[in-house]
């Protein structure tokens, strides 16, 4: 495809900016790429340990050490202990942590008796205790955010997407883990310590052409990233950039007037970063099927 083709353009000067074709909505061949695997779904998971590390094993999953935590939920490295590949794997708890039922109890019985309460209950019943009592419910607004995530991570399949390759949501189970592609690169970093820019002009016109395309294929499949920033820019082993967390991603009107991906059609709570930076701006282009022009640099 032309769009491979410009992924692999080097940064050399050329009279005219490669041309960006409209990605095709229709399934690639397998043996293509390995984003074009489509997305396994497991109902059982079965919690084990290393005999050997004693690191925690998710299925065939391997554990090995956190990659990133945030507000979304926290990524792990993992290996597959049948094929020796890495992936990473993101941790979202779908159920909500509520210590109120349980503090409820301390607060109104302090009511009776000040301090004489806190004499005549037991060890167990003492804040410090309470504290560590966690009741767990079923958040609706939280199985809605992955539920979205989900989708839209299943739909998007793109060489500057990251690919979600399997996700194990067992019912009985607390959290719900997606196996996703390891970018060993990690986060782009554009600036050091100093606050200097690190990049070479050649390498952030790549960056921004992996970017528009990854972009230009999610606002044809009907995607909002609503956070664009370059620590969801992930760089993989060959170079190219991905995108990544979909956390607070939505789908456009249309595309949820045309079908229902989601059960309820509001936008996510949180709007990711509040300040814009200029990469972010690329995401407020209009989303159409006919598609958004955009200037490319020449390489």
Not at 164 to 186: Q, S
Not at 238 to 243: R, S
Request: charged share 25%.
């Amino acid at each position: 495809m032309l769009a491979d083709q410009c992924l692999m353009a080097p940064c050399a000067a050329s009279p005219t900016p490669p041309p960006v074709q409209r990605p095709s909505s229709q399934p690639m061949s397998r043996h293509q790429s390995h984003w074009c695997t489509p997305t396994k779904e497991t109902g059982r998971m079965v919690v084990d340990y290393d005999k050997r590390t004693g690191k925690k094993m998710i299925n065939q999953y391997l554990l090995l050490r956190t990659l990133g935590q945030g507000c979304h939920g926290r990524v792990k490295l993992a290996v597959d202990v049948t094929t020796g590949q890495h992936y990473a794997i993101k941790i979202i708890d779908k159920w909500q942590n509520d210590r109120r039922l349980s503090l409820r109890a301390y607060n109104s019985g302090g009511n009776d008796g000040g301090n004489d309460f806190r004499a005549r209950t037991p060890d167990s019943l003492q804040p410090s205790s309470l504290a560590k009592r966690r009741s767990y419910r079923v958040s609706s607004g939280q199985l809605e955010k992955i539920r979205k995530e989900i989708a839209i991570l299943k739909k998007c399949r793109h060489p500057n997407i990251v690919h979600l390759y399997e996700v194990i949501d067992d019912p009985a189970a607390k959290k719900i883990y997606l196996i996703l592609e390891y970018m060993e690169g990690g986060e782009l970093q554009w600036r050091d310590g100093d606050d200097r820019p690190v990049l070479a002009l050649g390498q952030i016109r790549t960056i921004f052409r992996d970017l528009v395309l990854g972009v230009e294929y999610l606002h044809y499949q009907g995607v909002i990233h609503r956070d664009i920033k370059p620590a969801n820019l992930l760089l993989g082993a060959k170079g190219a950039i991905k995108i990544s967390d979909f956390g607070v991603s939505h789908f456009s009107q249309h595309v949820m007037h045309r079908q229902a991906l989601t059960h309820r059609t509001s936008l996510a709570s949180s709007d990711g970063a509040k300040q814009q930076s200029p990469l972010r701006s690329i995401t407020s282009l209009a989303s159409n099927h006919k598609g958004t022009t955009l200037g490319l640099p020449q390489s």
